[in-house]
């Protein structure tokens, strides 16, 4: 058997190279067609200046394709696009759209071509001032000594409903861990009224980013107090605080001022969520306790962001959490002071069971400090599972004065 084998061995290794190499070409250069798709960029073209995309149209169409393996590895590797041709279109509305497909002679295209709806909106431009947002604070014993951007305004175009829907032009900065000066460019963000980020992929923000620059300084001879958003009652049902952001967040007391009146933090005037639905920004009177020096800032300004549950009507509870394991020589702040709970099991609840529901935070052995906590649930009844909305609460430990 051996001998049988290995007889004529190379004549019989010479025949399966041959019968390699031919299929090889073959596959590579012959008429075997294979199937594949391809992936077509979107090119929009001719546009009128009078309009603008309500909602961005898709970036890419996949269509299917047919060919030799050669011509399929060659057509994949050019920058072919279909193009999606406008010039009929001059008045708003939301039209169905067949792209013009790339002449690729070489291959044939079958099946369905995707068709692309886009939705088209009269075009409105305005000018807005820059704002500012801070993210975070900057460590204890630092403070921020000056800011600036540049350009001070930026330019919104777009479709008419979403410009005037535009409430702030946003340049947002992370504080967190600075310690040292800072000097970059920023993007910027367009929120509505209510918060929400604006679709940036058909909004044209000029320019797109900003340039920033602030000194941050070691504190001397002052001591920097946190200010205290003082937040009474309840958003409407179904929503809840997200976020909550102070400008300035921080007051600086000369090292006098402070022995002369030693303060943790600084409380705002009442912020009343009861019944609202909507975030909003307001100024607010700080509360000292007594008269400030002049100087010292005397209202700070508070952006509020209320979220919406997802959560069925009925599905979901608002509750108040309860500090758990507090110590008597700390002062403790809590952000938001409320949640929601959401749970599809919360609709067998009785009336009476659903004032059982508590939310714990557990601050046992904290020392001063700030801290993100994830809130734990003790449900009512035989409900098994629920959500919380935020996830996480935040919480101040402050040193008793």
């Known amino acids: 058997m051996a001998k049988l084998v290995t007889s004529n061995w190379q004549l019989k290794l010479a025949a399966l190279v041959l019968a390699v190499a031919l299929s090889w070409y073959t596959y590579q250069f012959g008429d075997y067609e294979l199937e594949s798709s391809l992936v077509l960029k979107i090119d929009v073209r001719n546009l009128s200046e009078d309009l603008a995309f309500l909602k961005p149209p898709p970036s890419s169409i996949t269509v299917n394709i047919a060919g030799n393996l050669q011509e399929l590895n060659t057509v994949k590797g050019m920058p072919l696009s279909a193009i999606l041709d406008l010039k009929a279109f001059d008045s708003p509305g939301s039209y169905t759209i067949s792209p013009e497909l790339p002449d690729i002679p070489e291959l044939t295209i079958y099946g369905t071509v995707p068709n692309v709806r886009v939705w088209l909106a ?90 920033y620059r602030c000194e941050i300084n070691p504190v001397a001879n002052v001591k920097a107090v946190r200010v205290n958003a003082v937040i009474s009652g309840e958003p409407q049902t179904g929503y809840y605080l997200k976020e909550l952001r102070l400008t300035p967040s921080q007051i ?13 933090y600084v409380d705002t005037e009442v912020i009343k969520l009861e019944g609202r639905s909507s975030s909003f920004t307001q100024n607010v009177k700080l509360n000292y306790g007594f008269k400030p020096p002049a100087g010292m800032p005397t209202e700070v ?58 939310v714990r935070v557990s601050v046992h052995g904290l020392p001063p400090g700030v801290y993100r906590i994830i809130p734990e649930i003790l449900l009512p009844g035989d409900v098994k599972r629920a959500a919380v909305r935020p996830e996480y609460v935040e919480v101040t430990v402050l040193q008793r004065e």
Request: aromatic residues 4%; hydrophobic residues 35%.
């Open 122 to 211: 009269n075009k409105k431009s305005t000018s807005m001032l820059i704002e500012i947002w801070h993210r975070d604070e900057l460590p204890e014993g630092y403070m921020l000594s000056s800011e600036e951007i540049s350009p001070e305004r930026a330019e919104i175009e777009g479709a008419e409903d979403l410009v005037k829907r535009a409430e702030h032009v946003v340049a947002e900065v992370k504080l967190s861990e600075r310690t040292s000066n800072m000097s970059r460019a920023l993007p910027l963000t367009v929120y509505s009224a209510e918060n929400e980020v604006l679709s940036t992929g058909v909004l044209k923000i000029t320019p797109p980013l900003v340039q």
């Open 252 to 264: 600086l007391f000369e090292d006098r001022l402070y022995e002369e009146h030693p303060k943790n």
């Open 301 to 358: 300004s508070v952006n509020v962001v209320l979220a919406k549950s997802e959560a069925a009507e009925g599905s979901s509870l608002n509750a108040t959490l309860a500090l758990v394991g507090r110590d008597e020589i700390y002062d403790y702040i809590v952000r938001p002071p409320s949640v929601i709970v959401q749970s599809s099991e919360f609709q067998q609840l009785t009336d009476e069971q659903r004032t059982e529901l508590e």
